[in-house]
């Protein structure tokens, strides 16, 4: 049988496939990488200010947010895979079984009046390294960084068939959105997830070839 399917290798232009399959698995990763270590500083943002906001630990569960249906459906099944796998949920637990699609959902314009405000109130921490505070410009980043990251985990190309410069400035808008999200969270973090970040020799590797 064929290892890669036809379709799958013309999205790879005709110069060099593998050459470009390659290296879209290697930048796939690394991208992996550092959009788990956002996905979870995220999360762990979103859950302590709604905690602080709602006063109770299973904040999605409160009277303060009547619009979470969806989301609410999510956490449902979170707990069934716990109970499922003989264990007693906790919010720790449930937390992390949500996807960055749940988080996401969070940040959409109709509950701007809700979750976002809660957000950003400085009574709950606020969000004091993101000083425009714009709901729709922090969610258009955190979508972006999300479907970067379907892509990647789906084997879905980021580079194109081509193979040039246009890929490296698409790679680093990437890069701009997941530090974008994660300097608006906390700086610290953002820096130690830059310093510990592949993608830029990934990237310098590729430049150095096409060079060559």
Same mark, same amino acid.
Do not use: C
């Given at each position: ?77 979170? %707990? ?9 949920? &906790? *919010?720790?637990?449930?937390?992390? /079984?949500? +996807?960055? $699609? ?42 972006? %960084? ?9 084997? &879905? *190309?980021?580079?194109?068939?081509? /193979?040039? +410069?246009? $890929? ?45």
């Amino acid at each position: 049988s064929r290892w890669f399917s036809t379709s799958r290798m013309l999205r790879y232009g005709d110069a060099d496939p593998v050459g470009q399959y390659v290296w879209n698995a290697r930048v796939s990763k690394a991208f992996l990488e550092d959009i788990g270590h956002v996905e979870v500083l995220l999360r762990n943002f979103i859950d302590s200010r709604l905690t602080q906001d709602a006063g109770t630990r299973l904040w999605w569960e409160s009277d303060r947010y009547p619009r979470l249906g969806s989301f609410r459906r999510n956490v449902n099944k979170v %707990v069934a895979r716990i109970e499922a796998a003989g264990h007693e949920p &906790e *919010p720790d637990q449930i937390v992390a /079984g949500l +996807s960055l $699609d749940n988080w996401r959902f969070l940040l959409i314009p109709r509950l701007e009046a809700t979750i976002w405000k809660a957000l950003i109130s400085l009574e709950n921490g606020g969000m004091p390294h993101y000083p425009g505070r714009s709901r729709a410009d922090f969610e258009a980043n955190v979508e972006l %960084v999300r479907i970067v990251r379907n892509r990647a985990s789906h084997q &879905e *190309p980021l580079v194109s068939a081509k /193979g040039d +410069s246009g $890929d490296i400035e698409r790679l680093q808008s990437y890069m701009a959105a997941i530090d974008m999200v994660a300097s608006s969270i906390d700086p610290r973090a953002a820096a130690w997830i830059a310093m510990n970040s592949r993608i830029p020799s990934v990237l310098a590797e590729q430049q150095r070839l096409a060079s060559s």
